[in-house]
């Protein structure tokens, strides 16, 4: 096993701008981008957020991706020893390329991923074109 299989990625923070209105902690979740022919897929980290605590939202050619999860005090009977999980939200953007037909992008959450497939719109076909007389 070499070195880098043992390396782990530490969760890194939103540096936000102007004043919270939560004391919420927001997150930039790690992704994984391929794209075949047919689409583009992105995969996205969000361990803890279930399906109703995810929004996808495009607009103008942004794709907004964000998680909440909730903040449960589930230790208040126990003493916590160690913890590395920490609570907050997610948030990412991305700019959305025209060749993606934004209208059949799908969205699918499952196990803390959430993966997105962006179909690529299909390049016009040739065709012979008829000439008819006037």
């Known amino acids: 096993m070499s ?25 930039i979740p790690a ?6 022919d047919k689409s583009v897929t992105l995969l996205a980290e969000m361990p803890g957020i279930s399906k109703n605590g995810v929004e996808v939202k495009l607009d103008d050619g942004s794709l907004l991706i964000e998680g909440s999860i909730p903040d ?12 590395e999980f920490e609570a907050g939200n997610y ?22 991923i959430l993966k997105l497939v962006l179909p690529k719109i ?4 040739p065709k012979k074109i008829e000439i008819k007389t006037a």
């Not at 992704?31 to 075949?36: A, N, P, Q």
């Not at 299909?122 to 076909?125: C, E, G, I, L």
């Open 3 to 27: 070195d880098k299989e043992l390396q782990t990625q530490q969760k890194r923070e939103v540096q936000q701008e102007g004043e919270p209105t939560k004391p919420m902690r927001q997150f």
């Open 31 to 36: 992704v994984d981008i391929y794209e075949d």
């Open 72 to 83: 449960d005090d589930k230790t208040a009977d126990r003493t916590i020893l160690l913890q």
């Open 91 to 112: 948030i990412r953007k991305f700019t959305v390329s025209e060749t993606i037909d934004q209208d059949k992008i799908k969205a699918v959450m499952s196990n803390g």
């Open 122 to 125: 299909q390049p016009a076909k």
